[in-house]
């Protein structure tokens, strides 16, 4: 029974919470250029928009053109469902799942890389060469500081670790959390396409890399893709969120208000980043593409330097 | 009395500023160079009768034993001599229209400054302001290194002032970790005195004492010429105008040995045997003979030859004190002395030959002896003084030197340094040679010395350099013999 | 308040990987203002603690004057010789960036193994400190010998002095004051010295390349 309403729980949380994100940093970005800019739900009307539209598929594709929005949403949703969003009670925590969550993100990326080549269409193979390369460099940097923290608290399983960092006050105040976060940061930017790194507003060969992979999706199929984009940033923030800027209120699934305190409390935060990532992507412009090996390299240099950190520090 | 030995130099600055003839600033350049030589003269007496000089307005701040007074006196006694050669080299300059007032004016304030820093860091016990003494010399002479200013020279003033920054500031991390070998100690006032630390040199923390004494060698060293970081000093020994060439090899090498050693003896009284400095002193010492050795067999440029003579005689002297028996740094002492001497004395010479012919190339110089009789025959006594051949004074301490060397069963190490000074006196003398010959070439060079001052002074450093050769008075042995003590802790 | 040191020894360190990665002269001299800025406030915490102590008030002296000089003045010194002297368009750097980057981090794991070998230092939080700031000041070294223009040099040897003072601020509290004087002077006359040099430079050789100035050689 716990199972049930715990994936339920997860589930609805994770989907109804992911384009909200979205819409917070949209704002920001509109409110920089003095503008109003879209309502803060304006995913959820795009997503309801698009699945009551036709869909419309390319005859020279394949199956996988077809699987490939389901696999990207399905990969997404299960990987929520590992890492602790609100309470601590994970029925399906394993060791290791930590390398686990990471590769299941990494194969719905692989199917979106697949699906892009597989339309035929230039745009779709320029963004796969793209995202191959950011997310090559991206992905030893996000390795690195998650390891760091499981050998901080001596488990590899997301749900371990951040039951460890409950117990240390304000971690954000030590030299191996900060290069972490930072580090962590750096990869989000990489990862769901912000500025830096990737405009998808505009549709400019130029700037595309996450759009130009999802420019031939349609309908019911584009929004899976959106949607499960989004549950990723989702799950990235839910990653630093809950590691780093811990809350007492995590540990203990008993009580349903203590479970809508912990609900409240999480959604505080994911904003906090959010807002953080918004003013990141305000305050910056997109880099020419071969320099974003030089954030990459930032990155890996900062999740390195924690790692360091600890190594010294000797814990 | 010592203060008067800081307050002259400045005051020397402060009247060359407000007076306005050179006749005025020879006057009391040669004046304040002259008291500067009495009060130290006085200091050595006081040295001689109490063993060591202490005083200073907080703590021991100014400081003198027998290993410092030798220096000083080095110092203040070359620079005497200097003075009265630049009367005659600012004379001729200033008839060919090459220099006017100001820049004379700029040049002795510039000069004073050089010798109030030199003096500052050889009378100071703290650690600490010996090194921002040693820094402020860097800072004071880049401009006199520069000071012909033309592309030669700005290039030698550049990296002079780069590559002695850097070294300086890698001689800042050995202090810092020398502070943090002495942290345990509870000391008030005393933190990074040199005889605090040498009192308490068993309660120091030794194994960052050797990472300090790693980082102060390299980045003293650099300042003193230590191969592999030489590269500043042919390049700015032979740009710069000569007396201040005479300065910056004759004293200043010495001055940046001295913090040297005197963390040598720290160490060495710390770790109660002088193997690992030892060793590090002589392969550095080597590798600076062997590059001079190289070097010089090539060179084109007189001034730039003598330059790399001096690097071969700092490498013989921190040869000597790595290997650190009595009779070895004795003997270092004794060199370090007389290749002061000689090499001010060359450098002087050079720069007589210099605005005679106008040209720093070993070519276009020609039959020397017989346009500059004087110059001429000092320029070819000293070649052979500082290849080391005897009656001079170079011969008594290399020879001393080596014999110290074997004395210690060190029998490759006295071989090799054997063979390098053969390939060092090969070089110097073959190059320098041809400057005596007449070739057949139209030089339209009038015979007859341009500097009559500059004469006078080399005549009296040759007549010198033989003299300490062949005798030294007792009271300056005695001297000698304590500050081998203070160095060696009287093993 | 020992937690706020450690993560500013971290942050001068990261801001010196910054330096190095950038390739613009305006831009390196803006970040070596954010770096004096992040130690002045490590000797700003410094001195706080040492006055609630000990009543000691030469590390606030210090730390003004840190942001008199580094934070303001230098700077602003910095960009005015860069807007006097003419200069072309050219890469300022040997290698290119990322190779210096993981030369930098290289160095930053020697200085922690060489470090770590002496017996004598503490352990815990003194070692840290130490590892990152010798860390800077070997950066320094490679970022003044990867640059070609002479104003890069001027910036790596501040670089190095700040690695210098954050040394001994964290290791020894401080050197005693004269010396500290002493150093900001030689410092401060330093930096003059060679501006004026980097202006004669231009003068003579119409740019402050260095690789212009090969003339003595041998």
Redesign the interface.
């Known amino acids: 029974m716990r199972y049930i309403e715990y994936f339920l729980f997860q589930g609805i949380v994770l989907v109804m919470l992911a384009p909200l994100v979205n819409g917070i940093i949209g704002k920001i970005k509109a409110f920089s250029q003095k503008r109003q800019g879209p309502p803060f739900l304006q995913l959820y009307y795009d997503l309801h928009k698009l699945f009551k539209k036709q869909i419309v598929v390319s005859d020279v594709s394949t199956w996988i053109f077809k699987v490939t929005p389901m696999i990207v949403f399905t990969t997404a949703l299960c990987a929520g469902m590992i890492v602790p969003v609100v309470t601590s009670f994970i029925p399906e925590n394993f060791p290791g799942d930590i390398i686990f969550t990471i590769y299941l993100l990494a194969l719905g990326r692989f199917f979106m890389m697949a699906g892009a080549l597989d339309t035929g269409s230039t745009f779709g193979g320029m963004g796969s060469s793209r995202e191959a390369l950011i997310s090559s460099l991206a992905e030893p940097s996000l390795l690195i500081s998650v390891i760091t923290v499981a050998l901080i608290s001596g488990t590899t399983s997301v749900s371990g670790m951040m039951l460890k960092m409950q117990t240390e006050n304000t971690p954000l105040l030590q030299p191996v959390y900060v290069m972490l976060f930072l580090a962590i940061l750096l990869v989000i930017l990489m990862d769901t396409s912000r500025i830096p790194v990737d405009d998808p507003s505009t549709h400019l060969e130029l700037t595309m890399v996450h759009e130009a992979m999802i420019l031939e999706y349609s309908g019911r199929n584009l929004a899976l893709m959106e949607l499960g984009a989004a549950i990723k940033q989702l799950l990235l923030i839910t990653l630093v969120v809950n590691l780093f800027l811990p809350n007492q209120l995590f540990i203990g699934t008993t009580g349903v208000a203590l479970v809508v305190i912990s609900l409240v409390m999480y959604i505080i935060k994911v904003i906090f980043v959010a807002v953080i990532i918004g003013l990141i992507e305000v305050s910056s412009v997109k880099f020419r593409f071969f320099s974003v090996p030089n954030i990459a390299a930032l990155s890996l240099i900062l999740s390195f330097l924690g790692f360091m950190q600890y190594f010294i520090l000797g814990r | 009395m010592g203060l008067i030995l800081w307050a002259a130099p400045l005051s020397a600055i402060l009247i060359m500023f407000l007076t306005k003839t050179t006749k005025a600033h020879h006057i009391i350049s040669v004046l304040v160079s002259v008291i500067e030589v009495a009060v130290t003269w006085v200091l050595t007496y006081q040295v001689m009768v109490e063993g060591q000089i202490a005083y200073g307005f907080v703590g021991k701040l100014f400081y003198l034993d027998a290993f410092s007074i030798i220096l000083l006196n080095l110092v203040v006694i070359v620079g005497m001599l200097a003075a009265i050669y630049n009367i005659g080299y600012l004379n001729h300059e200033k008839k060919n229209g090459e220099i006017d007032l100001k820049r004379i004016r700029l040049f002795y304030m510039l000069l004073y400054g050089f010798i109030f820093t030199m003096v500052f860091a050889l009378t100071v016990n703290n650690m600490g302001l010996m090194w921002i003494a040693v820094e402020a010399i860097t800072l004071a002479s880049t401009f006199l290194v520069g000071f012909h200013n033309d592309k030669k020279a700005i290039e030698a003033a550049w990296k002079y002032v780069i590559i002695c920054s850097v070294g300086i500031a890698i001689a800042m991390l050995g202090i810092v970790f020398l502070h943090i070998s002495s942290l345990g100690i509870n000391e008030g006032a005393g933190i990074l005195d040199w005889t605090t630390l040498y009192d308490n040199a068993d309660k120091l923390n030794g194994p960052v004492l050797r990472f300090a004494f790693i980082f102060i060698l390299i980045g003293f060293g650099t300042k003193a010429g230590l191969a592999p970081m030489h590269t500043w000093l042919p390049d700015a020994h032979s740009q710069a105008p000569s007396s201040v060439s005479a300065m910056l090899s004759g004293v200043l090498l010495n001055t940046s040995l001295y913090p040297i050693i005197r963390t040598v003896s720290i160490v060495n009284k710390n770790m109660e045997s002088s193997v690992f400095t030892g060793r590090l002193l002589i392969g550095i010492g080597l590798i600076s003979l062997a590059t001079a050795a190289i070097f010089i067999i090539t060179q084109k440029d007189y001034k730039r030859l003598l330059a790399y003579s001096s690097i071969e005689h700092i490498g013989i002297i921190t040869i000597a004190m790595g290997v650190f028996t009595p009779a070895a740094v004795f003997a270092g002492l004794f060199h370090m002395i007389n290749h002061s001497f000689t090499k001010s004395m060359l450098f002087l010479t050079s720069g007589n030959i210099l605005q005679k012919y106008g040209t720093r190339e070993i070519g276009r110089v020609q039959s020397l002896i017989k346009v500059l009789p004087f110059s001429g025959t000092v320029f070819l006594i000293g070649l052979f003084a500082i290849g080391g051949t005897p009656p001079f004074s170079i011969f008594a301490s290399e020879f001393s030197i080596l014999i110290s060397i074997f004395d210690n069963n060190n029998f490759i190490l006295g071989v090799t340094i054997i063979g390098l000074l053969t390939l060092v006196f090969v070089g110097i003398v073959s190059t320098l040679f041809r400057m005596f010959y007449y070739n057949n070439r139209e030089e339209n060079v009038t015979s007859g010395e341009t500097n009559k001052y500059g004469v006078a002074v080399i005549v009296i450093m040759l007549v010198i350099i033989s003299i300490t050769g062949l005798y030294m008075p007792e009271g300056i042995f005695n001297l000698m013999v304590d500050a081998q003590n203070v160095i060696t802790g009287g093993i | 308040m020992e937690?706020?040191l450690?993560?500013l020894?971290?942050?001068i360190?990261?801001s010196s990987?910054?330096l190095m990665?950038n390739k613009r002269i305006k831009s390196y001299i803006n970040t070596f203002r954010i770096q004096a800025v992040l130690i002045s406030i490590a000797a700003g915490i410094m001195g706080a603690q040492s006055y609630a102590i000990e009543k000691r008030l030469d590390i606030i002296i210090v730390c003004v004057l840190i942001v008199i000089l580094k934070v303001y003045y230098i700077p602003k010194m910095l960009h005015k010789t860069y807007a006097d002297i003419e200069y072309k368009v050219g890469k300022d750097f040997f290698f290119n960036?990322?190779v210096l980057?993981f030369a930098c981090?290289a160095l930053?794991?020697f200085s922690?193994y060489?470090i770590?070998?002496?017996?004598?230092?503490d352990?815990?939080q003194l070692?840290?400190q130490i590892?990152n700031s010798?860390s800077v000041?070997m950066i320094g070294?490679l970022f003044?010998i990867s640059r070609k223009k002479?104003i890069g040099?001027i910036v790596g040897?501040l670089v190095?002095?700040n690695g210098?003072f954050v040394?001994?601020l964290f290791?020894?509290q401080g050197?005693?004051f004269?010396?500290d004087m002493?150093?900001f002077?030689?410092m401060i006359?330093?930096i003059m010295?060679?501006g004026i040099?980097v202006f004669?430079?231009n003068d003579?050789?119409d740019s402050i390349d260095?690789n212009d100035?090969k003339?003595?050689k041998?």
């Open positions: 937690k706020y450690d993560i020894s971290i942050l360190l990261v990987f910054a990665a960036i990322p980057i981090f930053v794991v922690y060489c770590s070998d002496i017996q004598g230092i352990k815990g070692n840290i590892v010798v000041v070294i003044m002479a040099m040897f190095i002095e210098l040394t001994t290791a020894t050197m005693p004269i010396v002493g150093i002077i030689d006359t330093g010295i060679m040099m004669r430079i003579k050789f260095i100035m003339s003595l041998g």
